[in-house]
């Protein structure tokens, strides 16, 4: 922003514009195509004709489909999994807000960008390590540590949040485990749900995230107009905290499913 007010679009949509290229251009990591054979019963003459092709594949796939397929939120874990991302995520914006409040009154506005990207790059590293291998154990305790170091992670910052340095080391150790909460989250989603009901799980998770980001933020502005960036600071802890116990509900209750 101060090169331009718009000209930091130009960077993230370059950078999704090359990343989904290279990402697409993965072939050998896209799941397989799952063919159903249907086998057409032959008309009179023991040829079928394409009317009768058509209207009998509609009714096998009618036939085969039964009532309407369970909505997703019914599974067991899935409404605690989607509070877990909603309170989460509230963490985010708050801190964004809060940091952006400190970095004013500190008259350091132009690095704001800098002190932000120094939560980014934790994360960034950390799925990297995340994504190239694979932890073993139940996915929600996964969902909990990480849940707790977050937690941890933003005490820190509130109490390094003066010193604008050594808070920037304390957002790259809190955002190693940002990404594997984010990828954990969706590997629950995919334990819970059928695989035809994979895409609405992951969307009612995407929708969860964004629901919180928007109340995190509304929440933090009326806290810092009401005090100051330091009572800012507190509510990503709070925040993070206030999920661990949404993630333990959720993984009871998936417990109980199996």
Known sequence: TSVHPVSQLFVPIMACGIGGTVF????????????????????DNGHPTPSDDADQLTLRQLKRSGAKPKSVLLYAGVLPLL????????????????ITATMKSMGLEPFLGLQLAMFAVGSCIGALVFGSRKIKGSHWAHMVMFLSLLTVGYVFFR??????ILLGAMEILAGLVVSPTFATGNLIVKDLVPPESLTEGLSWVTT?????????????????????????MMLPFLFTLASVPLALAGWTLAKRRV
């Open 208 to 232: 969860a995230g964004t629901v919180g980001t928007s109340i995190g933020s509304s929440v933090a502005g009326i806290v810092l107009d009401a005090s100051s960036p330091h009572v800012g």
């Open 159 to 164: 109490l390094t949040m003066d010193n604008l």
């Open 83 to 98: 509070a877990v991302f909603i309170v989460f995520n509230m963490s985010f914006t708050s801190f964004d807000v809060s």
């Open 24 to 43: 697409f251009s993965l072939r050998s990591t896209q799941p397989p195509v799952i063919v159903e054979q249907v086998t057409v019963a032959a008309a």
